[in-house]
Structures are given as C-alpha cells and as structure tokens.
C-alpha cells in the first residue's frame, strides 16, 4: 500500500505528501521500441515481387529475372492510399522465398539489377522507402529467410548471404520500423539448379540470435516480427483474427519460428509468459497474397474488412493489411476502393465519444490522487485509473443525463506497466437497474467491443480480475452508425429465399415486381418462397435511410432437377451453393429439368475456390426435349473467363425443352471440367 496522508502544513510537504506512488510493473513490459509500434496499431504489407509476373503465390526460385518488369510502378500510390486510409507504415517483401531481391543487392544476380526494369538501374525498396518519408509513414522490410533459388540454401554459407542482404537493407534505406521474418522455411525448390527437397532445422539452422544482433547493431528501434517474436509475433492465422483472449505475454524460450502447434498452442499468447510479444494480425485484402488478376472480384467486402478490424486492433493487435500490387505495380482501383470503405466507416463509427456527454463518473475504488477515474478519460495514455496494491477488483461508473444510444466500448491498459486485467464485466443501467451487458477476459493495449445497441442511462466497466492492480488508460463509448449495405441473399433447391443481413438486428425489405425497394416495400420477416421467375430486390432500412438494393435475378426452383451426367459430387451443380462443385468425368453436365421448359438461357457458375482448376473456356450448350436427341443452340468462349471467374450469363433462341446440356469443348487448364452451379433462364414452364 503506498498511499500517504494528505498534510496541510508547508507547501513542500503537500506535494510531497498528496502524491501516490504508481503500481509496480507487473512482468514482462514493453520495451520502447514495442511501445512505439504499438502506437501504429494499422499498417499496409504490400507483395509485389517475381511472384505478381508468374501469377503465383510460392515461386520456385527457378524464375528468370527477365520476367520481373512492372509498367507503371508508383510507390507514391501506394503510400498515399497508405496514408489516406490511416496506416502508419508499409511493410514491403524486399525477398520473399524464391529468393527475387528488389533491390539491387550484392549478394546475388537474382534480383531487379538484371531484370528489364529501368535497365536494371531500378531499386524498388528505396522507391518505397522514399516513398514512405514523403507522406509521413514508417517504412520495413519482410525478408524470407528461406530462399529457392539459392544454390547454398541448407548449408553454412547461406546463412552469410542472408547476413548481408539484411545489413544491405538495415543501411542503405533509412529508418526501418519492422523486420519480417516468415515462418516458412525450407521445402523444395530450383536451388541453383539442383531442384531438390531441402529441409532445414528452423530452430537451429539460422542462428537466430546473432542474426537479431545484426539488426539491433544497425537499426535499433526497428521490431523483429516472427512466428514467435523476439518482438511481435503472429496471430496464427491469416483471417486477421486476434482472439477474444489475447495475451501480449508469451514464453518466448520455448517456442520458435514455424513450429507446427505454434497457431493451435501459442498464438493467443499465454497470461504468464516471460516476455512481451504482442500480436500482429496479418491478413490480405484478397484471396491470395500476391495480385492474381482471376480474384479482382474477390476484393474483401465492406462487413469483411470491419470484422477484420474489430478482430484484430479490437483484440489487442495490430493488422498488417496486405495489398498485392499488381503488374502495372500498383493497387489495383477495387482494393483502393474497398480500403476506403473500411477507413470511412472507421471514422464514422468513432467518431463521437459519448463519454464526453455523461454528467457523473465514479470509481468503485481509486489508488489515490493522480489515479481517478478522469485519468481513464483525458486522452492521455501516460495517465490512468488504478487500485491500491493488492485491489484487483473495481469498478467504473459513467451516467449520462438522459437515455443514451451506445453499442461500442474502447478500452486500453496502460501497458508500460503490463497487461493486468482477465476478466471484466459490462453492465448497462436502463429504467434505474444495473443489467449485464457482456463479459470479457483481456484487455492489453486496446480492446473494442461491439455491443448489441441499447438506450442506456449508465455503463459501468467491472474489472473482475487482474494480474495486479488493473490500469486504465483510455475508456470511450460510441454509437457506431449501422452498416447499411444490401443484405446477401441465399436461396435454396426448393426456392426459399433467406436474406442475411450485413449486421446483425438491420431491418430489411424486398420486392418481387420489379420495383426498387422503400420502406413501404414488403418487411423481412424471415425465409420465403420464390417459385417462379422474378428479380429479387433487397435493401437494408435504418428509419427513413435506406441501402442501395441487391438486385438478383432468379429461375425456377431446382426441387425437381435431376443430373444425369456422371462425376465427383454430382449433387453440387444444382444445389445452389457456389461454394461447391461437380467435377466431370466426361466434361460434361446434364440435367433432366422434371419437365419441359421455354428456355431462353442458361447460366454457369465456375468454380470459386482460392485455387481453381477445369474452369470451362469453350462451352457447346446443347437442349432435348426426351433426353436422346439433342440440338446445340449456342458454342462459343467464356470472354474473359480466366481473370474474372464470375456468374455467366448466356442468352438463346427460344426453345422448348426438358433437359439441358453444357459441354467444355475447352478448360482454361486442361483439368476435368468443373462446375460451381448450372441454371436456366425460362419463360416458364408450357405443359
Ligand atoms: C506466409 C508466406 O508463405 C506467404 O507467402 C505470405 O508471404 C505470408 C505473409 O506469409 O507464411
């Protein structure tokens, strides 16, 4: 306990005497350089490297560097995209594993000095550098310390070959805020030729702590991210994702980069870990890491990007958001366009604190002066709220002056101290009761909480447990505008039509004539059936605002189908989930429609996977009324197919028929035709 008493004699004794000693650390802490990197808390990975020119996501090593050749690369592009959408840095893959240097290292002829671009006089990491000290932003470096074209990989000598390009980088390029290091390491690979599986001890093979010294020498205020630290570690998953209970603690010793239970085991951090080794979500604004041109429609959306955030910096990470540029070497306009969503929203949800409207704030408990509850709200992170020694229990109490909207609650630690809290309650006061309104474990640097809305009195945030006397630093509360974006829809075999909504307890409304959605339009009040033709259209109502519409058109059910045509999962083509496939035996699909139809179309989803093979290029469409003679009614090429695998679309000279038939003459690999979904646009059924 170290509260002294209040005295009223001279001056010096009322300072003296009015001040309350801090709590003491509660091990591990962070060090300065991780308090400055906890600070950024959102920064941009870019991937542009040989892998953007071979469409790939894991080079082999065996590239020429002849392929790398960008046409219209700006790296004020994407720091101004950085910068205008709150990132507080860039991370760029200077190497990544098939060993493709963008600078103009000394350490190896594979890299941008032998490839066409700007004759070999470019040198992309300090345009990106550059780059990042004009708009304000910090700069680091993901170098993979596995490299597939290195013909001593495995061996000692690459272990100096890796050495150097780290020192070539930690001095010829300014300040470096990050040093990434990827968990992936060793496999197979070109290796200077000799293209064999070469497997390395992760643990031992890079002598990890003289390599850390190299970059403590040359840039000391610059964070080691790896699997496991030194520094920051991975979050375990490449969601970007952070745990309901993130730890920033973790036993560093015993665990080390790409150690297979490293995600199941440790990722979440450990309450008593030795050391601070806080979390980074990284995660991509696409499928892949590297730029594809097949996922320009596979941009995350709005609602995925927010969960992303909520998840990560929400649950005491940071998020390492990746743009794979593309071969123009630039962010492509859809993931401009997305990030700028995310990062309106973001300002749009907090953007008034409603704690600035209560009229009444108390703590259950305070250490003393310097230590109250207006410590927790002045904005200042270096002051806070706290218990006497051996308190780790209390409570806040805000009351506003009037029923008040409040669906989020920000909350942070003040970390140099450690991270305390486990476990904490929040309650609403509403019609003069105290109810629950959620419960959490940790806190750390900063946790956010999306809570259902209510119109509230008060809230009150309840430390239940701690490591020690708990810390506030910051406590805000917001009402976060709802998302109004168009609901998704689903509809099943049998016709029903389920609308989910962007976020949760959003009213929705639709109509089936045609006519754009209003709030008078009819209510969603659950799945309804759509059994014959019609365009679906849907929005999301907030009052009298209302979201643009999903417009969807949709056929007859497909209850009564039948596919005839043999294969894997034949059940797949018609079971309206793009997210499953048929994959042919004969490249072919056919289906026995139950009766006969006025056809005048026909549609095919391919594939949607990651990673997609025997995506249908050159198609025959073929119809019968009894299933044995056939007549082709349309051949022809998906356009396009290969860079944007979406719903297509075909019309056809009207005709009657019972069953269908779409042929690949041609897939853009080779590969066994493959088919998401398979459907028909009709003029109803004649018989
Ligand atoms: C992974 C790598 O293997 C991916 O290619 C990517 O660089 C990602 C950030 O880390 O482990």
Redesign the pocket.
């Known amino acids: 306990m170290t509260f002294r008493l209040a005295c009223c004699f001279p001056l010096f004794f009322v300072l003296a005497c009015g001040s309350v000693d801090p709590p003491s650390a509660v091990m591990p802490i962070p060090s300065e350089r991780q308090l400055a990197w906890q600070d950024m808390e959102f920064y941009m990975f870019v ?1 542009f490297n040989m892998n953007t020119f071979t469409n790939m ?2 080079g082999t090593g065996a590239e020429d560097p002849v392929q790398f050749n960008p046409s219209a690369l700006d790296a004020n592009q994407w720091a101004r995209v950085a910068k205008e959408n709150g990132m507080k840095g860039i991370i760029i ?1 200077a190497k ?2 098939d060993g493709f240097c963008l600078w103009p290292t000394s350490t190896t002829s594979h890299s941008i000095a032998y490839s066409p671009y700007k004759n070999g006089e470019g040198d992309i990491v300090k345009e990106v550098a550059e780059a990042c000290e004009k708009h304000g932003l910090k700069f680091g470096v993901y170098l993979s310390p596995w490299d597939r074209n290195h013909p001593e990989y495995g061996n000692d000598a690459y272990i100096e070959v890796f050495r150097e390009q780290l020192r070539e980088l930690l001095t010829g390029y300014g300040d470096i805020f990050e040093v990434w290091f ?3 390491n060793g496999g197979t690979g070109y290796y200077g030729g000799a293209n064999e599986d070469r497997r390395v001890d992760k643990k031992t093979y890079y002598d990890w702590p003289n390599t850390y010294s190299i970059i403590r020498d040359l840039q000391p205020d610059a964070v080691i991210f790896g699997d496991a630290g030194p520094d920051v570690r991975w979050v375990g998953n ?1 969601h970007g994702f952070a745990y309901e209970t993130t730890w920033s603690n973790l036993m560093r010793d015993s665990i080390y980069g790409g150690m297979p239970e490293y995600s199941e085991k440790y990722s979440a951090g450990q309450e008593n870990g030795t050391h601070w080794v806080p979390a980074e979500s ?1 995660v991509s604004i696409r499928p892949g ?1 590297y730029y594809h041109p097949y996922e320009d429609h596979k941009v995350k959306s709005l609602p995925e990007l927010l969960d992303i955030y909520y998840y990560s910096i929400g649950r005491n990470s940071s998020l390492l958001l ?1 743009f794979p540029v593309d071969t123009r070497g630039l962010i492509h306009e859809n993931d401009v366009e997305q990030v700028e969503k995310l990062y309106a929203k973001i300002q749009e949800d907090f953007k008034d604190d409603l704690i600035q409207t209560i009229n009444q704030s108390h703590a259950s408990i305070s250490r003393g002066r310097g230590f109250g509850v207006d410590q927790a709200l002045d904005g200042n992170l270096d002051t806070y709220w706290s218990t006497p020694d051996g308190q780790v229990k209390g409570d806040l109490t805000f009351e506003f002056p009037s029923p008040t909207a409040v669906n989020r609650l920000l909350v942070q630690e003040h970390i140099p101290l450690g991270q305390r809290i486990k476990a904490f309650e929040i309650e609403a006061k509403m019609d003069g009761e105290w109810v629950t309104w959620t419960e959490g474990t940790t806190v750390g640097y900063k946790r956010i909480l999306r809570l259902d809305e209510k119109e509230v009195e008060g809230v009150r945030f309840r430390v239940l447990d701690a490591k020690a006397s708990p810390t506030i630093a910051n406590l805000a509360l917001y009402r976060a505008p709802k998302l109004l974006l168009a609901p998704t829809v689903e509809r099943d075999k049998s016709g029903r039509v389920t609308l989910i909504p962007a976020e949760e307890n959003l009213q929705m409304v639709y109509s089936l004539d045609g006519t754009d959605p209003s709030p008078e339009s009819t209510p969603y009040e659950g799945p309804f059936m759509v059994a014959s033709p019609s365009v679906l259209k849907a929005a999301a109502l907030e009052g009298e605002e209302i979201s643009e519409p999903l417009v969807q058109k949709m056929d007859i059910p497909k209850a009564a189908w039948k596919v005839i045509s043999k294969g894997k999962n034949p059940e797949h083509l018609i079971d309206e989930n793009p997210r499953t496939n048929f994959v042919s035996e004969n490249n072919e699909a056919v289906v026995d429609l139950g009766e006969t139809y006025r056809l005048k179309g026909f549609t095919y989803l391919p594939m949607q996977n990651r990673y997609i093979a025997g995506v249908i290029k050159e198609y025959e469409f073929a119809v019968s009324r009894n299933g044995r003679n056939w007549e082709t009614v349309k051949k022809g090429e998906f356009g396009n197919i290969a860079n944007s695998p979406v719903l297509q679309e075909l019309g056809i000279d009207p005709v009657n028929a019972r069953y269908i038939r779409l042929r690949a003459i041609d897939t853009l690999d080779g590969e066994p035709a493959s088919f998401a979904e398979l459907g028909v646009v009709t003029e109803g059924a004649i018989e």
């Open positions: 991937h996501e894991w893959t990544h594993h990827d968990g992936a490449e990284d890491w990746n």
